[in-house]
């Protein structure tokens, strides 16, 4: 069992910039990838990011490359997703999930990874 919960979410102005956490605790996989989905109201829940536990690996959704950072924390055992340059379509709930299959590349379907946080809101106001 993972357990996750998110932190960070808030109201921002467009341009500006949030940092969300998700900590993680139970169980420690090798082969754990780690993500970021969001999901706005009335729409699927989207991939926007995600990092391999080892090596660090990360992959963007094309909507937030050159905008959003995703980065972890080995020793806190802490996700984090940097977000800048925000936009009023960036508004929805951030949910971080953790996938503990072993794969080449991460999972961007939401499907595969089998944890989920409880969700964080961003609003971003125009």
């Known amino acids: 069992q993972v357990q996750l919960v998110e932190s960070g979410g808030g109201l921002v102005q467009a341009g500006g910039s949030l940092r969300l956490s998700c900590a993680a605790s139970?169980?420690?996989?090798?082969?754990?990838?780690m993500g970021w989905f969001r999901q706005a109201p009335g729409k699927e829940r989207e991939f926007v990011a995600a990092?391999?536990?080892?090596?660090?690996?990360?992959y963007y959704a094309d909507s937030v490359k050159g905008r959003f950072t995703i980065s972890r924390d080995n020793a806190e055992n802490t996700m984090y997703l940097q977000m800048n340059s925000l936009k009023p379509e960036d508004t929805a709930v951030y949910y971080c999930?953790?996938?503990?299959?072993?794969?080449?590349?991460?999972?961007?379907?939401?499907?595969?990874?089998?944890?989920w946080g409880q969700g964080t809101q961003v609003t971003v106001s125009s």
């Open positions: 999930a953790a996938d503990i299959h072993a794969r080449l590349t991460a999972a961007r379907a939401s499907r595969e990874y089998e944890y």
């Open positions: 139970g169980r420690t996989f090798s082969s754990l990838t």
């Open positions: 990092i391999k536990w080892s090596g660090g690996y990360t």
